[in-house]
């Protein structure tokens, strides 16, 4: 059973920066995955932030070009999202999927002055 526990999510004020995670357990071979971020901010549709392929490829949603970095550590099987001038319009529950359509529980961003 494969599961994805994202972690770093908080309060930040505008501008301001974050480092998630997303650390994958099980029986699991995290470096042929694709992986990616998502959120979902209440009311409105889960969307893509980034994603990031098995060779490092990234592809960006249309929100986090130039803000948002996507990076992987296969060796420590987890995934990160460096987040780097922050808008309140970020705010969201930030969660990890993989290829094969797993999801991890997600962390709350809420960006606030």
């Known amino acids: 059973q494969v599961q994805l526990v994202e972690s770093g999510g908080g309060l930040v004020q505008p501008g301001g920066s974050l480092r998630l995670s997303c650390v994958a357990s099980?029986?699991?071979?995290?470096?042929?995955?694709?992986m990616g971020w998502y959120r979902q901010a209440p009311g409105r549709q889960r969307e893509l932030v980034v994603r990031?392929?098995?060779?490092?490829?990234?592809i960006y949603g249309s929100s986090a070009e130039g803000r948002f970095t996507i990076s992987r550590d296969d060796a420590k099987n987890t995934l990160y999202l460096q987040m780097n001038n922050l808008k309140v319009d970020d705010t969201a529950v930030y969660l990890c999927?993989?290829?094969?359509?797993?999801w991890g529980q997600g962390t709350q961003v809420t960006v606030s002055s």
């Open positions: 999927k993989d290829s094969a359509d797993n």
């Open positions: 099980g029986e699991y071979f995290f470096n042929l995955y694709p």
């Open positions: 990031i392929t098995r060779l490092g490829k990234v």
